[in-house]
């Protein structure tokens, strides 16, 4: 098949992850005969750097003209620093969700066993973690509106806000998922305080007969957040709304301690995006010490979910675990025998080509 892919690498160390996800695209068409033509955009910092905008016009017409887009990493700290800055590389970001109806967040988190010891929990809290996390993400308090200040700059407001629609949307796509997996489902929310929470929970309890099969429960966030460090291992698959997801995503995230090897898709109405969790880590970049691991497997994830190539994703994921099975890694998961971002992506490429 023919595939065209939005390549999007943005700021940091994006450029370098990216070309290795790119050598485990190409050597996967090669073996199962997929054509690609990738079409690279600006977008982030870099983008502001050329033309002034974090999500230019053109990267959006090429990510809505593509049947998936591969994203890097965006962020600069010339603009952390500085909380007056007008145009921001993170707006590029949340316009990019707003733009393409990137509605759900998905981010599994699951252990590599030879790398239990690197997580903060203990080995045995930790071991068969496998978990989704399903992230609502293009509603809530992070574009509700009325948002901003008042005339005399005293007070400061946000909104959340929730329709039904995208309430059902996300919790179904949860359950689907769920389907395929434990068939267990936790709804977290605030409904004890929470408008918008107690939607939540009204909508999923109405929607949950639509899935006989599967087990629903309900928990406040504070608790889920607390319950997710003490017995990560009881979780199947997580949906909560936009905020919540976005920091309960970044406690899942360091549980298996392997933060450079989780991936994620951003699933929109017309096209996704896929992404490394991690950041573009400045400190990192030019320097070809970056893992590549996450975002070789969110290109497994675009096989799997935008193309419906099973076989395809599962040839990445195998080349993945047999690299840190032999201890071909980067230099967070081995200091004492590093091996560098570009040697990673060619193993990979090759183990995909010749297995
Ligand atoms: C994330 C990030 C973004 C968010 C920031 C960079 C705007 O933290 O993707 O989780 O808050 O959604
Ligand atoms: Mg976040």
């Keep these: ?21 790119l050598k485990a695209v190409n050597a996967t068409g090669k073996k199962f005969g997929h054509k690609f033509a990738f079409s690279p955009a600006v977008v982030g910092a870099v983008a502001i ?16 003209a593509s049947d998936a887009i591969l994203f890097g990493a965006i962020g600069d700290p010339k603009y952390d620093n500085d909380p007056k800055a007008k145009v921001r590389p993170e707006q590029g970001l949340l316009a990019m969700r707003k733009e393409l109806g990137l509605y759900a967040n998905i981010r599994p988190v699951s252990t590599f066993r030879s790398l239990a010891d690197k997580s903060p929990l203990k080995r045995e809290i930790v071991e068969g973690v496998d978990l989704v996390m399903v992230r609502e993400l293009t509603g809530g308090i992070y574009f509700g509106r009325p948002q901003g200040r008042s005339e005399d700059g005293k007070t400061a ?6 329709t039904v629609a995208e309430i059902e949307r996300i ?8 389907m395929a997996r434990r068939k267990k489902v936790t709804v977290v929310d605030k409904a004890n305080v929470l408008a918008t929470s107690r939607l939540w929970r009204e909508t999923s309890q109405r929607i949950a007969p639509e899935f006989p099969e599967i087990e629903i ?4 966030v ?3 957040a607390m319950q997710l460090i003490q017995w990560p291992g009881k979780f199947d698959v997580v949906v909560t709304e936009n ?10 995230s360091v549980i298996t301690g392997s933060m450079g090897l989780l991936p994620s898709a951003s699933v929109g109405t017309q096209t996704s995006v896929y992404e490394p969790i991690h950041g573009s880590y400045p400190q990192a970049a030019g320097k070809n010490i970056a893992n590549p691991l996450a975002t070789i497997l969110s290109a497994a994830m675009m096989f799997e979910t935008s193309f419906s190539l099973h076989k395809e994703g599962l040839a990445i994921r ?35 080509l010749n297995n």
């Design 318 to 352: 195998r080349a993945v675990s047999e690299s840190i099975e032999a201890g071909f890694v980067t230099v967070d998961l081995d200091n004492a025998n590093p091996r560098s971002t570009s040697e990673v992506g060619d193993w990979i490429a090759g183990y995909i």
């Design 49 to 64: 750097d050329v033309t002034g905008s974090p999500l230019p016009q053109e990267t959006l017409d090429i990510c809505r």
């Design 1 to 21: 098949m023919d595939f065209k892919i939005a390549v999007l690498a943005g700021d940091g160390i994006g450029p370098e992850i990216i070309a290795q996800a």
């Design 222 to 224: 504070d608790n889920a």
């Design 243 to 252: 905020m919540f997801g976005d920091i309960l995503s970044d406690e899942a």
């Design 171 to 178: 919790v179904r796509l949860g359950c689907n998922l769920a």
């Design 217 to 220: 429960d309900y928990m406040f």
């Design 157 to 162: 407001y946000d909104s959340c806000v929730y």
